[in-house]
């Protein structure tokens, strides 16, 4: 009977225990202010995961005792080296870092680290330090290399003091701390003012490959050199958000590049960059032109006709006429006993069937047998099937010349041997980010050239080559060749290389502009402003390359004229050649046959 006594009592002081430990407050009131401190900024912005960071050698550190309710914690040390964002699937995540002597202020370098692509989020420095103005500058300066911008120091005087110091960052122009009286009356703590950079530096990268440049205006009495409409996206950027804007004056090449803000002219970006990118709603795709199909000349036109073809209807047609016509005239004048005279040279020019066939009226003659006139009427006929054809044929062919067929997919294109030129900027993009081999496999004759290499090929419209470039150049080279009232470079439907690729601004990693630029590219897009931009940078094309309306040009739709039917008067000069050569021929038979007639007398 004893076992149940012990029983009772064991679980009286397990409860006594458990209730002792769920009501024991944090063993340092610090804590307690951290805790309050979380509590209070939670209403703000959710806290999803605390990331406590402290030296390995650091054994008197508070926070190692802290226990936030009902929050994930991620321990570590300056010995751990991870990144937050590969492993934990969190985005409102609190950097605790406890710095108990001075030298641990290096621990912001292992914190850059872990943080990664999440410098932006919110930081608190438990400094079990005093804090001077030495160490501050030194807070700054790694504060400034990293790109944090949202970072608390708490200052603890004493183990034994609730008395608690707060310093905010004040990231902008240059990073420095200010002392919060209440930091619970200060709503968000970690605030800070995304839309007036106050004046801060910005190093701005320009694009080594452009077109043409124009100059916009920039604040008062200034000009700043573009190339591109979007350029003007990113500076009025920095107009609004009070930024002071300074070209990079270093090396361009990738390999050696120093550091540098934002850069101008949105580029291809790939899966791994668009982290790192600001604006996503420019979507391009790739096509390949090629030259158009070349206009036919008039002679060929003509041989569409197939003369050849004609002719073998004809003749037969007409040596067959001509042949029952004279045996049908030679068996009537030998029944008939009436006298005749039957020339051999008559089937040979024989105007009723030349006029039969050509469809064209002729002269009846009422002596004219039943069956010679079913005869011409049968001629006739087919004179009007044949000539109505020919006329149809002829004048659809004249109405509107027709282009040999241009190249319309990718295996023409390889098998005309035709150069394809491509910028060493976008061949780079392809080998790099789609695949090695990508651009051999589909386009093996390629040929890099510099942009503006390329581009002035395109504006002088070579069609000695075809040439990769984006989908929405290509109206405006319309236009272009328009103003020129020439054709000579086409669009194919099936010579798309790719499509629905993000052009965007790259930013470096974890630049603090990079959501400040997204939300403002944001509002460009949906206020339309965008489209007014477009249409200014479509008039400096314009201006520069000349493109209105010339008169004199030769234009693509030509009426027909007398030089096209040279051929004609040839064809006319022959008719008559052999119509005199035939005249002279019975001439000189009519004198032959009135010389024997006056021999025979």
């Known amino acids: 009977r004893h076992y149940p006594v012990m029983h009772y009592i064991t679980t009286a002081l397990l409860i006594l225990l458990l209730n002792s430990s769920l009501s ?22 959710d806290v999803s995961t605390v ?66 692509h999440l410098r932006q989020e919110r930081i608190i420095l438990w400094m079990q330090v005093k804090v001077t103005k030495k160490l501050m500058q030194e807070i700054c300066t790694i504060v ?32 420095s701390f200010a002392l919060v009286d209440d930091a619970f009356k200060q709503g968000d703590t970690f605030q800070v003012e995304r839309v ?46 009070n930024l002071t804007l300074k070209l990079y004056q270093g090396n361009t090449h990738d390999h050696a590049m120093g550091h540098f803000d934002l850069q101008l002219s949105p580029r291809l970006v790939s899966i791994r960059d668009i982290e790192e990118s600001a604006n996503p709603f420019k979507i391009v795709s790739l096509i390949v032109l ?24 004809i003749v037969p047609v007409y040596a067959t006429f001509v042949t029952v016509e004279w045996l049908m005239h030679y068996t009537i004048y030998r029944v008939t006993g009436r006298a005749h005279r039957l020339n051999f040279l008559n089937p040979l020019v024989n105007l009723r069937a030349f006029a039969a066939i050509l469809g064209m009226s002729f002269p009846l003659c009422r002596r004219w047998s039943f069956s010679l006139q079913q005869l011409f009427l049968v001629l006739s006929i087919f004179g009007f099937v044949f000539s109505n054809f020919f006329a149809c044929k002829l004048s659809a062919l004249l109405t509107k010349h027709t282009r040999y067929a241009q190249i319309q997919n990718f295996e023409q294109l390889r098998l005309s041997g035709l150069p394809v030129m491509i910028h060493r900027g976008l061949k780079n993009y392809l080998k ?3 695949d090695r081999h990508f651009l051999k496999a589909i386009l093996p004759n390629t040929v890099s050239l510099d942009v503006r290499e390329q581009y002035s090929l395109l504006l002088s419209l070579n069609d000695s080559f075809a040439y990769i470039i984006f989908k929405d150049f290509a109206p405006m080279l319309d236009k272009y060749q328009k103003s020129l009232g020439r054709k000579v470079l086409c669009e194919a439907r099936n010579l798309t290389v790719l499509s629905n690729l993000p052009q965007m601004f790259f930013l470096p990693p974890n630049s603090v502009y990079k959501w400040p630029l997204r939300k403002f590219v944001h509002w460009i897009y949906e206020s339309g402003i965008n489209l007014h931009w477009n249409k200014e940078m479509s008039h400096q094309i314009r201006m520069v390359f000349n493109m209105t309306a010339q008169s004199g040009v030769k234009q693509e739709a030509v009426p027909l004229s007398i030089e096209h039917f040279n051929w004609l008067w040839l064809l006319l000069f022959f008719g008559y050649g052999i119509a005199l050569t035939v005249f002279l021929i019975e001439l000189l038979l009519g004198f032959v046959r009135n010389w024997k007639e006056k021999q025979t007398l």
């Open 144 to 175: 400034e290399k990293h790109q944090f911008d949202r970072i608390l120091i708490l200052e603890t005087v004493s183990s034994g003091n609730a008395s608690v110091k707060t310093y905010r960052l004040k990231p902008y122009p240059k990073p």
């Open 290 to 313: 090629v030259p158009c199909g070349q206009e036919r000349p008039i002679q060929d036109v003509f041989k569409q006709l197939q003369f050849d073809d004609w002719l073998l209807y």
């Open 432 to 434: 790099r980010d789609i």
């Open 24 to 45: 024991q407050e944090q063993p340092h009131p610090q804590l307690g202010f951290l805790s309050q401190l979380l509590k209070v900024n939670k209403k703000y912005i």
């Open 51 to 116: 990331y406590l960071l402290h030296h390995h050698r650091a054994n008197d550190c508070l926070i190692e005792d802290w226990k936030p309710l009902d929050m994930p914690i991620v321990r570590s040390t300056d010995l751990s080296t991870f990144e937050i964002k590969e492993n934990f699937n969190n985005f409102y995540i609190m950097a605790v870092v406890c710095i108990s002597q001075y030298s641990d202020v290096e621990l912001l370098n292992n914190l850059a680290s872990a943080f990664n």
């Open 196 to 241: 007036n950079f106050h004046g801060k530096e910005a190093i701005v990268l320009q694009s080594k490959d452009f077109v043409l440049q124009y100059n916009i205006s920039y604040g008062p009495k200034r000009n700043f050199t573009i190339n591109t409409d979007e350029d003007r996206q990113l500076v009025e950027f920095l107009l609004r958000r």
